[in-house]
């Protein structure tokens, strides 16, 4: 097999493979720049096939401006994909923030791609993986404080300024930049890096190969450039793509812990019923509902809750945190979405009131992802406050 690489400093990769040609565009995701490359090169190569670093989900929420419209929040939250809709939310809110600073809408170079290409009738690959299997296999692979360190940065996204221009852009679309500032990551957090961008190299790179017609344009990330071309020069099966398109199973550990401390609770109330003092079961119970309860109701209240909202918490937390299949966030999430649903007004603007601080409790839709969040939160931290009084029980 004859392969060849072309690399030129600010031009397109151009990678031949025995007769095919493969050219590769390394984009900033914010930057006009990027959009006028993108178009200038589809043009300009004429490919027979464009393919751009999108799954079907992102690709739709960049062509549907109106997406969010559709969402129907009770079902989200009856489907238990909360976490995942805020995590969505979260990355949306970093990246629409540093967008407004360029007037660029974030991915607005990977919509052009597509849009190009389908006006002149060229065949379109979305090559990225689901997103949602990127974050559920980040998860289920990490380590407990490599999660804690990926929450930590993604609530730190949420207020952290970023003051970026295009002089800026354009330097972190040098391959040399990103491919340094993924070193970094790496070494931070090794199997969230290997997962997120080295998996999504492979992957993005088996499907640009096998993209159909003699000359390919691909339109990725410029921090997978160096990545793809790698892969590109490798033989990856189709076992390989299958395995890490998968998502992991629960582990052993994961499955028994939010069994445990409900099992230790109970065992404590049984063990002080039968050989403890009867005054200080009464006293642990009392302690338990107050414990999770309002810290619980504190969370609904600081994410601006509606008063039943706050009473479900407080009513939901002491139960919900001896059941495992539910949380008390999912009630006093579902509570808030019925007594003050999201009005058109929020679904339409969602993305833009969470570049700031204060569109997260204006947004209705958002509030409901907080009062999940915050009620969570105050409700485990409840649960581990009342086991500290409980150990005396016997």
Known sequence: MDIKTEINKDQPTIITIDDRQII????????????DTVIHSIEEHQPDTVCVELDEQRYQSLINQKGWESLNIKDVIKKGQMPFLLTNLALSSYQKKMGLQTGVKPGAELAAAAKTAEE????????????????LRTWRKAGFW????????LLGSLFEKQELDEAQLAELRSGDTLSQMLEEMGKLLPSVKAILVDERDTYMAYHIRNAPGEKIVAVVGAAHLPGIIRNLDME???????EISTVPPKT????????L??????????GGFFFGDHQKLANAAVAWVLANGLLSALGALIAFGHPLTVISAFVAAPITSLNPTIGAGFVT???????????????EYVSDDLT???????????????VFFFSSLGSAAGTFIALGWMKDLL
């Not at 002149?120 to 974050?135: A, F, H, P, Y």
């Not at 490599?146 to 940065?153: D, F, L, P």
């Not at 990856?236 to 299958?242: G, H, M």
């Not at 401390?261 to 049984?270: N, Q, S, T, W, Y």
């Open 236 to 242: 990856i099966t189709a076992e390989t793509i299958a």
């Open 356 to 370: 700031t601080l204060k569109g997260w409790w204006r947004n209705r839709l958002a509030r409901v992802m907080l």
């Open 261 to 270: 401390i409900p099992a230790i609770v109970i065992a404590l109330f049984i």
């Open 120 to 135: 002149r009738g060229m065949q379109v690959e979305l090559v990225d993986r689901n997103i949602r299997t990127s974050l």
């Open 333 to 347: 999430a579902f509570v808030q979405a019925f007594v003050a649903p999201p009005t058109v007004r929020d679904m």
């Open 252 to 259: 052993a550990v994961s499955k028994i812990i939010p069994w």
């Open 24 to 35: 590769l565009i390394g984009t900033a995701h914010i930057s006009q720049e990027s959009v």
């Open 146 to 153: 490599n999660k804690m360190k990926v929450m930590a940065a």
